[in-house]
């Protein structure tokens, strides 16, 4: 992935996690404005004691109506906010998690083809450092059996151009 892409993919990763503390802090306040509206209530239910309540004509449901009715209204409006932002934050945050795998998955691929071109690199090199004790052999050789000696160059000449087309191949990926 090409570092501008992978740059983008952070900053939308970023975008999506401002956007979903900012929806938490919303959903937080709108819990508070639910509780102490359930607080309200139960003050008004529980604003005339239990005896009087058996023998009284009038209830404080009735009395304080329209402030219960506000309240419980509001409760719902509040309720129902809290219902669409979790949602909206749920649909976030599932983006939150695909890309945090999409760049957790490219980060793991960058460091394992890394792993590979260092373990393709280490056995260029020990391939190399074979050639060059072959070759030493051969050059005692060149004196005492020179057809022996050039039959040794090709071998080691072959394997160069093996060594050398292989790390070419690798560049390349």
Request: proline letters at 2%.
């Amino acid at each position: 992935m090409k570092s501008e892409d992978r740059n983008a993919l952070f900053e939308m990763l970023n975008e999506f996690r401002r956007e979903a503390a900012e929806m938490e802090v919303q959903i937080q306040e709108h819990l508070g404005c639910i509780r102490e509206a359930e607080v309200y209530l139960r003050v008004f239910e529980n604003l005339e004691p239990e005896d009087k309540k058996v023998f009284s004509p009038r209830k404080m449901e009735i009395l304080y109506k329209e402030e219960i009715d506000r309240i419980k209204e509001e409760k719902s409006s509040h309720e129902e906010r809290n219902r669409g932002l979790c949602a909206r934050k749920a649909v976030i945050d599932g983006r939150i998690e695909k890309l945090e795998t999409v760049l957790n998955h490219e980060k793991k691929d960058s460091s394992s083809r890394a792993d590979a071109a260092k373990k393709q690199q280490n056995a260029s090199v020990k391939r190399l450092k074979e050639i060059i004790g072959k070759i030493e052999k051969s050059s005692l050789f060149i004196e005492k059996s020179p057809m022996q000696a050039r039959q040794d160059f090709a071998i080691i000449a072959k394997s160069l151009r093996e060594i050398v087309d292989k790390m070419q191949d690798d560049i390349v990926r």
